[in-house]
């Protein structure tokens, strides 16, 4: 009966060989399972992906809505100023053609035929170096440096005059103009359009080629590129809006007084030999390469010299 026991032992081991028939259907249950889970997650990428397209679009939508809104705000501002100032001309009783100054002109009439001022290659632009005496005979070396000069006076702040007057650089000059003491906003919005001003007369005055230039510019709209929105347009050359004057926001209180300076300049300025054929010459090379939207992927050079620094505005310094 020993021997009997044989067979059972191989039914037993003949059970156990049925065993990885089970483990094989269960693996081909498992990789099914695994299949439809990885489906699955795929399919929930897609439509993450496809979520966050759609999120992007949104943006984009939100942006251009937000553009469309900021232009309409302008175009209604625009708007009111033109009509406020069609009442005051309609209660003055004026004559059209005497009243319609250039620097009057609204934004949305001046078209293309503008110039923006700016930057420390531009002979208009308060930035540019060309030394300055005011009126007690002390030198400057740009219209700028005696406008901070002058701020610092209307401080009584004696420490940051000589630091603006005998600083080497620009750069050591602004930092000494925001060294000024007891630095009053309001107090300073008092001086400084006819500061800014005289800078400009004296260093036009005193700098003919300049003044020359600032006459053959005609009728010519000028507009100062800076975000300071008293002074500027609001928007620096660097960026697209500074291009379009739709979108411009600010004041532009510098270039409506450099037009003002314009004006007065011409009604006694006499050309000499060869300088208007010379100014015309620089003229055209400023209105190619200076007074116009700077591209900022790009660079361009002048003369030899590599482009403008950007103004970095603070709220009262003038460019």
Do not use: C
């Not at 975000?227 to 347009?233: C, L, N, R, S, V």
């Not at 960026?239 to 409506?256: A, F, L």
């Amino acid at each position: 009966m020993a021997e009997g026991a044989q067979p059972n032992g191989n039914r037993q081991q003949m059970s156990n060989y049925g065993k990885p028939n089970n483990n094989r259907q269960n693996n081909g249950n498992n990789g099914g399972q695994n299949f439809n889970v990885q489906q699955e997650i795929n399919g929930i990428k897609q439509e993450m992906s496809q979520l966050r397209d759609s999120v992007d679009m949104l943006e984009q939508e939100k942006d251009s809505l937000r553009k469309a809104i900021r232009k309409l705000k302008l175009e209604n501002e625009h708007m009111k100023k033109k009509y406020k100032r069609l009442q005051e001309k309609v209660g003055d009783d004026r004559d059209g053609d005497e009243s319609a100054e250039v620097e009057n002109v609204d934004y949305d009439e001046i078209g293309r035929d503008f110039i923006l001022v700016g930057g420390i290659h531009d002979p208009l632009a308060l930035r540019f170096q060309a030394n300055i005496k005011d009126e007690n005979g002390i030198q400057h070396k740009s219209a700028e440096r005696y406008y901070w000069y002058k701020m610092a006076e209307v401080f009584n702040d004696d420490a940051a005059k000589k630091g603006i007057l005998e600083a080497e650089s620009f750069n050591d000059a602004e930092e000494a103009m925001k060294e000024i003491k007891d630095f009053k906003e309001n107090t300073w919005n008092e001086h400084k359009m006819k500061v800014w001003e005289e800078g400009q007369r004296l260093k036009l005055e005193q700098n003919r080629w300049i003044e020359n230039l600032l006459v053959f510019s005609d009728k010519t709209y000028i507009a100062v590129a800076t975000q300071d929105k008293y002074f500027g347009t609001g928007w620096r050359k660097n960026r697209d809006e500074s291009n379009k004057p739709i979108y411009w926001d600010g004041e532009n209180q510098g270039g409506k007084s450099l037009m003002r300076l314009r004006k007065l300049l011409r009604q006694n300025h006499d050309w000499k030999e060869n300088e208007e054929e010379e100014t015309k010459r620089k003229y055209n090379e400023l209105r190619r390469y200076v007074w116009r939207r700077v591209d900022p992927t790009k660079r361009f050079q002048m003369n030899g010299h590599a482009r403008g620094r950007r103004g970095n505005f603070r709220q009262f310094s003038a460019r």
